[in-house]
C-alpha cells in the first residue's frame, strides 16, 4: 500500500468500524448470511473444522471353534478434521486530485466521502463472500481465480451419491411424479449420514415447471385431473412442495436476490438470472440452521499493527483506513480482510438436475 497513513481525516479504528458495518448491513439481508453466518477464527489465518462423514461399514465379530484361532479384524481409522487457509478479501476506493480541488480544505467533505466509499467496500465485501456462500451450497467448492490466484478450489467432500441426482423423469414432464423423486432423494442423504432437509433452493423455472405437473395438480386440488384446474400458482407449487415433500422453505434463487435489489436499493454484481443452472434443486436442512456452516473471519496484518490503533481484542473482521498521497495529492481508501464460507456438513445437501 502506497501513500502515508491518515489518521486525522478519519482514523483507522474508526474506518474499520464502517467498513465492518457496511459489511453487516448487506451480510444481514442476504439469505445465506444466515445460512453461513460469521463466526470469528479467533486471530488464526487456518480454519478448521469437523465434518460430518458417511459412517464405515462396521465389521462382525465371528464365533469359532473351542481352541481355534481368533480371526484378525481390520481397524479403520474416520476422521473429518478438516483444515484450509483463509481468503484475503480486498479493495481500495479513491478520493481524486479533482475531488481535492474541488473540495480544498473542507475536512467534513473528504471525511464524509471517505465513510460513503468504506461503506460501499464494506458492502461489497459481503456480495462477494454471499457469491461464494452459493457456490459452497450448490457445489460444495469454491473456486477462486482472481487478483493472483490461480484457480484455486476448496472442496467440502459432498458425498458423490447425493452429488449429480435426477429424477426418473425431468420435471418438465407433466407427468413426472415429483414428490416420489424428493423421498428417494430423502433417503439418499440419510444413507450418507445426512439429517432430513427441510428447505430447497432452486429457479423460478423449475417452479414453474411444475405448475402444469399433473400429479401437484391433483395433489394440490385432491379431485381429478378431470375436474382440476389447468395449472397451479407458483404459490400453490410451493404449498404441495411443503405439505407433500416436507420442504416448509423453498426459495427461487433469481427472485430472492431480484425483490433483494428492487427493496434495499443495492445491485449484485452478477445477473441474478444465472446464478445458478436453471434445472438446479437443492436440498437442505434449513435456512437457519446453525449446523450446516459458517463464514470463518480471520486476522489482518493491518488488525495487529500498533501504527493502526485499531486495538482489537481478537484480531478478526474487517479494517478501513484512508492513505494520502502527493505529487498529486490524493487519498486511497482501503478495506481489507481473511474470509472463508465453510460447508461444514454436505452430507446433509443434495443436489439435483431436474429439467435435464
Not at 458417511?54 to 481352541?67: I, L, N, Y
Not at 452429488?163 to 439418499?188: E, G, H, I, N, R
Not at 412442495?241 to 430472492?256: F, N, Q, W
Not at 437443492?282 to 495487529?304: K, R, V, W
Request: charged residues 20%; contains cysteine.
Amino acid at each position: 500500500m502506497s501513500g502515508t497513513l491518515e489518521k486525522n481525516i478519519i482514523s483507522p479504528s474508526e474506518a474499520s468500524g464502517v467498513v465492518q458495518s457496511g459489511f453487516d448491513f448487506i451480510d444481514g439481508l442476504l439469505p445465506f448470511g444466515s445460512v453461513f453466518p460469521v463466526k470469528s477464527n479467533d486471530g488464526k489465518d487456518t480454519v478448521t473444522w469437523q465434518k460430518i462423514i458417511p459412517p464405515k461399514e462396521t465389521d462382525a465379530m465371528k464365533f469359532r471353534a473351542w481352541d481355534a484361532e481368533a480371526a484378525h479384524g481390520k481397524t479403520v481409522a474416520q476422521s473429518g478434521e478438516n483444515y484450509t487457509g483463509l481468503i484475503p478479501l480486498s479493495k481500495m476506493g479513491h478520493i481524486s486530485e479533482r475531488d481535492v480541488i474541488n473540495h480544498t480544505g473542507d475536512s467534513t467533505w473528504l471525511h464524509d466521502k471517505a465513510v460513503e466509499i468504506l461503506t460501499q467496500l464494506g458492502q461489497e465485501a459481503a456480495v462477494r463472500i454471499e457469491l461464494a456462500r452459493i457456490a459452497a451450497m450448490v457445489d460444495a467448492k469454491i473456486t477462486v481465480e482472481e487478483n493472483g490466484l490461480k484457480a484455486n478450489t476448496w472442496t467440502f467432500d459432498r458425498p458423490n451419491s447425493i452429488s449429480k441426482l435426477t429424477p426418473a423423469k425431468v420435471w418438465s414432464d407433466v407427468k413426472s411424479d415429483p414428490v416420489t423423486d424428493v423421498q428417494k432423494w430423502v433417503d439418499a442423504i440419510k444413507k450418507e449420514r445426512g439429517r432430513t432437509p427441510g428447505a430447497a433452493l432452486t429457479t423460478s423455472k423449475v417452479i414453474d415447471a411444475l405448475r402444469t405437473n399433473e400429479s401437484f395438480i391433483t395433489e394440490y386440488t385432491g379431485v381429478s385431473l378431470a375436474n382440476s384446474k389447468p395449472r397451479l400458482t407458483r404459490a400453490e407449487v410451493l404449498d404441495v412442495l411443503r405439505t407433500a415433500c416436507g420442504l416448509a422453505d423453498v426459495r427461487m434463487i433469481d427472485v430472492l436476490y431480484t425483490d433483494l435489489e428492487v427493496n434495499n436499493g443495492f445491485k449484485m454484481p452478477v445477473d441474478t438470472n444465472t446464478l445458478i443452472p436453471n434445472g438446479t434443486f437443492i436440498m437442505f436442512p434449513s435456512y437457519n440452521d446453525t449446523g450446516l456452516g459458517f463464514t470463518a473471519s480471520g486476522p489482518t496484518a493491518e488488525g495487529q499493527d500498533p501504527e493502526y490503533g485499531i486495538n482489537k481484542s481478537v484480531n478478526d473482521g474487517f479494517i478501513g483506513a484512508m492513505f494520502s498521497g502527493g505529487a498529486p495529492v490524493k487519498y486511497d481508501l482501503w478495506a481489507n480482510g481473511t474470509m472463508m464460507p465453510i460447508l461444514q456438513e454436505a452430507v446433509s445437501t443434495a443436489k439435483v438436475s431436474v429439467l435435464g
